[in-house]
Structures are given as structure tokens and as C-alpha cells.
């Protein structure tokens, strides 16, 4: 594997640009990241905009994978504005597993937009880390973003029921999977 490894930001894919956040995205994150529809699945509740400006920063600074635990929060840009981000960590270095996971503003869902940022991403996890095996974790009720998965190419694996307290409630979880040998096979 190539760690450590920095995101290669800016990275131009069909019709977007993935990059590191900077602090001028923050009003087009906030325009997403704020809204109770979006952050319905995710780990967080809906951000106003000083916690959206704090975690910008955090985010911008976050290039370089080494270790397990450190991430990447990228841009997805679209003309120049922020429409959504991908997460994307290294798990655990010894297994050689990546996760990711993605949030999109609701324009712009329908279009095939996160598929190709997430494809980048995981292209980046494979063929530039080197990485094995790459997993999304998510709440099985989140029909959208298992659609992305499959559309991925990703394979459920499990479905583990009421593991998790998320926003007052136990709630099931998914994991889907990915391997390297499945990925320089993909159509
Ligand atoms: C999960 C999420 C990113 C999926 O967004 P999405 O718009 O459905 O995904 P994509 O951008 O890949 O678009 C796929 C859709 O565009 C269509 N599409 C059009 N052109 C396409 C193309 N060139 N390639 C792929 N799909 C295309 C697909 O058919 C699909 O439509 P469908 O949902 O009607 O089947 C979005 O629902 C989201 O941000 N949710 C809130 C945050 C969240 O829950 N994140 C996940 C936490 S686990």
C-alpha cells in the first residue's frame, strides 16, 4: 500500500471537480448540511452555520492518510459550487480496509452526480492507496444510498439489527463491501 497518501485535489472526473474544502464552500455547505431531510441517516443532526465553519477548517486540513482513523472530507464540485462531499478513511491499515460514505444537496440528487464523485473516490482507494477492501456502513432504511451502493458495485454483506443509538432511536445497520480484485473487474 502507498501511505501515506494525499488526496490528488483538484481531481476532475466527467463533470465535476473533487477537491479539498476550503473556507469560502462554507455557505454552499451549509445550504446542505443544515437541512433536516438531508442529515435524516447520517451520524449528525442538521448543522447550523457556525458548526458548519468549524468543521470546514477541520476539513481542509485533512489531506494526508497514514493511520487508522484519519480521513478525508472532499468537495464535489459542480461550476464551482459545493453540491455534496465524500468521507472517505482508512479503517484499519493491517486489514488494509477503506470506508466511505457520501452526502449530496437534494438539486442535485437524480443525476448520477454522487456515482461518479464516489467511483473517483473509491478509484482512488484501489488504485492509488492500494487498498483491499473498501465498506459503506449506513442505516438500511436509507433505500438512496444502498442504491448508490449496489450501483457501485458493492455487495451487502450484513445487516446487523437494532446495533446502534442514533438520534433516539436503536436503528439497524447495513454494511456493504467491495474488494480490490471486484473493482479491476467492474464492467
Ligand atoms: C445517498 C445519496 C448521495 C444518493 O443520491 P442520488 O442522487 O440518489 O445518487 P446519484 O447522484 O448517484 O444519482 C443516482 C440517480 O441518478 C440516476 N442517474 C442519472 N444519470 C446517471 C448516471 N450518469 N449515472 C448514474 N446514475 C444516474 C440514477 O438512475 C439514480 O436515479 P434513481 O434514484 O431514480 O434510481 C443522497 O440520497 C444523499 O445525499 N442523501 C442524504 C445523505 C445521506 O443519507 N448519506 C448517506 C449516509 S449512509
Known sequence: MQLPFTFPSPLATDRLVLRFMATDDVDDIHAYQSREDVSRYLMYPPRDRAQVSEKVAQHAQARTLSVDGDYWQIAVTLDDRVIGDVYFTVKSVEQQTGEIGWTLHPDFHGRGFMTEAAGAVLGVGFDGIGLRRIIADLDPRNVSSAALCRRLGMRQEAHFVED????????????YALLAREWARRG
Open 164 to 175: 446502534l443509538w442514533s438520534k433516539g432511536e436503536w436503528t439497524d445497520t447495513a454494511i
